[in-house]
């Protein structure tokens, strides 16, 4: 078990009162542990689905040499160099109807894209650069092809006992169609993580309801449930939770027997933390950052436990897109780690900014920007405007989030910076 203190003594920068972003990621990184569980699942089902095991293949991919064009297969070796060759053909060949019998010397075989070459023959030139004649024979012109041209070798895809895919990977469309071709019907993959995840304040109503005055509808539980479904994580919305002791030690305690990971949005921030804080502490060992980012800047983070199971917690803000934000900065590694997933990096862009950005160094921002192709070609990005940690509109009119690091001053027109696009993010 991963205790918080001993991980905190092994993180540059850690600083509860400033937390730097990249601290509270290696913090976070080297608090979770993969949940190690695993299921066989029909291909059509593993679709972003964490491979449990290497996928080793148990045959040459493709299985036989064949060729890669519709023409005519041939040895290279009969061929006279330099001047045009008239080979009869002895037969012909289709994918899937193999070539029966040998080939004389110096005859050609009719083959389509796909078909085993006959035994012997090492070269196929496409029907396009031959000359069919009323006899049955071809002819073609000197040097149109050279030796192997147009032959796919057996085994050039894969090799029988090569890994074709390793653990860890989340699969992807052509994955699915690579283990098929490996004739797999079905594909162990780590289980589905459990997410709980609730809203809280007493100001908070769901949708359908009537909302009274001072009152908003709770939309965290929303962005919440569309992030972890789109991450591939089972998760279980437990709606909203009063601001008491009782209400919150109750509904955290349930999430904990039911889940891997539990998400509450909101009564972290000053002023609310003091109560939330002991009833987590309650239950585990949590605790309670100020990050040194914008938006997003309390979080609590820790594990809890009730009736003998334990949960990672994630206390996020209330703010809508301090939620979104802070779910993508530090909760969607955590749960792709969890899951078993090989880490890999987010493709960012290089945008140029299409206005002044205001930032001040020592904490890391995360800005709701348009981006767009320029007529030369270079991506630029563009503000959604005003940058509140409750204007959720940003985020939805926004394709990507600009990323402007902690050391970071302000930018100026024109100048670089980075863009995390939306897609490919879940
Ligand atoms: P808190 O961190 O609980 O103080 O919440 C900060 C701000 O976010 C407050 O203005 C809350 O009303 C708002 N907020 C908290 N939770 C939600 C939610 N689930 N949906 C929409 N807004 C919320
Ligand atoms: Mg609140």
Partial sequence: MNCTRDIAAHIDGYDTESMPVAAAQAFIAKLVEPVGESERVPLKSALGRVLASDIVSPIDVPAHDNSAMDGYALRSGDLAADVPNRLPVAGKTLAGQPFEGNVRAGACVRIMTGAVMPPGLDTVVPQELVQLADDGTVTLPAHVVRAGDNRRLAGEDLRCGE????????LRPADLGLI????FPDVPVVRPLRVAFFSTGNELRSVGQSLEPGCLYDSNRYTLWGMLTRLGVEPIDMGIVHDNAASLEAALRQAT???????????????????????????????????????????AVGHIESGGHRAILFGL??????VMVTFYAFVRNALLAMSGATASALPMLRAASTTAIRKRP????????IVSRRADGRWQVALTGS???????????????????????NVQAGEDVDVLPFDGLV
Avoid at 272 to 289: I, P, S
Avoid at 317 to 322: D, E, I, R, T
């Fill in 163 to 170: 890994a074709a895919l390793q653990a860890g990977r989340r």
């Fill in 257 to 299: 027997e039911c889940a891997d990971a539990v998400i509450t949005s909101g009564g972290v921030s000053v002023g609310e933390a003091d109560h939330t804080r002991a009833v987590m502490e309650k239950l585990g060992e949590v605790l309670f950052w100020k990050l040194a980012m914008r938006p997003g800047r309390p979080l």
């Fill in 180 to 183: 098929a071709s490996l004739g």
């Fill in 387 to 409: 940058q509140g940690s409750g204007i959720l509109r940003s985020m939805s009119l926004g394709n990507g989030l600009i990323v402007l690091p902690h050391d970071q001053g």
């Fill in 317 to 322: 803000p209330g703010n809508p897109v301090a």
């Fill in 362 to 369: 020592g904490r890391t921002e995360y800005q709701r920007g």
